[in-house]
């Protein structure tokens, strides 16, 4: 498990020793992998997280070097489309109305006093990415995209998700030498290594992630 928070890190602990998992924690930066080791995981998980950070574009370098030959990421993130809405007015009218130029951005948008306000209150800052950047980076850094996913369940009190997917996953894989994607269906069934989340994986004459 791979998390900036230490709090985090620990209830991932309490529960692992709860169920009798095997884990090991790591505190850093998504957009800095560093302590990890090249080619070292069968799969990445990457949860609706790089809405807090300006530049997406290092998480897929990043996961894509201590990714294995043959190795997967699945990653979920916002649809950018939703930061064009006021949510102030959504909150208060139960209406949406477009409000905000794209890539949002907290700093550019909140002002000194907002800004001094989400400091106090350790709110993150949010920021919204481009397609460009959410799956042409992916692209980029080497991964191939093997499917998409659009949530489309509606969020309690979040407006914008009543008229359209809020959530979005993707699926992507490190490719072979020799251009493979998808294993063989059949071989003995190993334990994977993972960046956070466990998962199972067939081995056969294209070795690889078997799984979405």
Known sequence: MFDNSRRQLAQDEMVANRDGLEIATVQGEMTDLSDLPDKEFDLSFHPVS???IPDVMPVWREAFRVAKSGGAMVAGFNNSAVYVFDFEHAGKTGGIRARYKLPYSDPEVLGAAGIARYEAEGTPFEFSHFWADLVGGQLAAGWRLTDLYED????????????????????????WADGCVDPARQGRVLRAKLL??????ATGSCPGPSYW
């Open 152 to 175: 489309p369940g509606e969020l309690e009190g979040v407006v914008p998700s009543q008229f359209m997917p809020f959530c979005i996953a993707t699926r992507a894989v490190k490719l």
């Open 196 to 201: 956070m989340a466990p998962v199972w994986r």
């Open 50 to 52: 790089n809405f807090i």
